[in-house]
């Protein structure tokens, strides 16, 4: 250091060009931006890479559900499907999904719950309360029926489901 502050004091342009060559090789943040450029370049090509996979799969299992039922069973992805119609506002696609997964397992409650709520969007009460009393009917216990009947149940007609209702 003390050579170097010899030379500044007689030479200070060649301690600046020293200086400049060695953050040039050493610290050049053009060429650190270059390569983090190019990593941000391949990452964002992969990530399509793998969004387009992912889709693709995705639409692969929708097409074909019977080859592919050891990825997701079809059931809960009719179920899922019929969730998002649910979410989505779409009641009556919904409800024909429900009715799908209903038929191949009529004793599932968590699918006849969800018709019940399906029919209590749309507005028909009557069966909704069906359903509710079909959940009822496979478990006495459920909570959730009991308090959705309780709901549903017209002021006059409260005394009448006290066979359902506890």
């Known amino acids: 250091m003390f050579i170097i502050g010899w030379v500044y004091l007689y030479k200070p342009n060649l301690v600046l060009h020293l200086n400049r060559i060695?953050?040039?090789?050493?610290?050049?943040?053009r060429l650190i931006l270059v390569k983090r450029?190019?990593?941000?370049?391949?990452?964002?090509?992969?990530?399509?890479?793998a969004l387009f996979m992912g889709v693709n799969?995705?639409?692969?299992?929708?097409?074909?559900?019977e080859a592919n039922s050891w990825v997701l069973e079809i059931g809960n992805y009719k179920m899922y499907l019929a969730m998002q119609d649910f979410c989505a506002g779409k009641y009556q696609d919904a409800l024909d999904r429900y009715q799908q997964v209903l038929h191949s397992d009529p004793?599932?409650?968590?699918?006849?719950?969800?018709?019940?709520?399906?029919?209590t969007a749309l507005g028909d009460k009557r069966k909704a309360s069906l359903y509710w009393r079909k959940v009822l009917e496979l478990d006495p216990a459920d909570t959730d029926s009991t308090s959705e009947l309780k709901k549903l149940a017209p002021p006059e007609q409260s005394g009448n489901n006290k066979k359902y209702i506890r």
């Open 107 to 119: 004793q599932n409650i968590k699918v006849l719950k969800r018709i019940a709520f399906t029919y």
């Open 57 to 65: 799969s995705l639409t692969t299992l929708q097409e074909n559900e």
């Open 37 to 49: 450029k190019r990593l941000a370049v391949l990452f964002f090509c992969f990530s399509f890479i």
């Open 22 to 29: 060695a953050r040039e090789f050493l610290f050049n943040d």
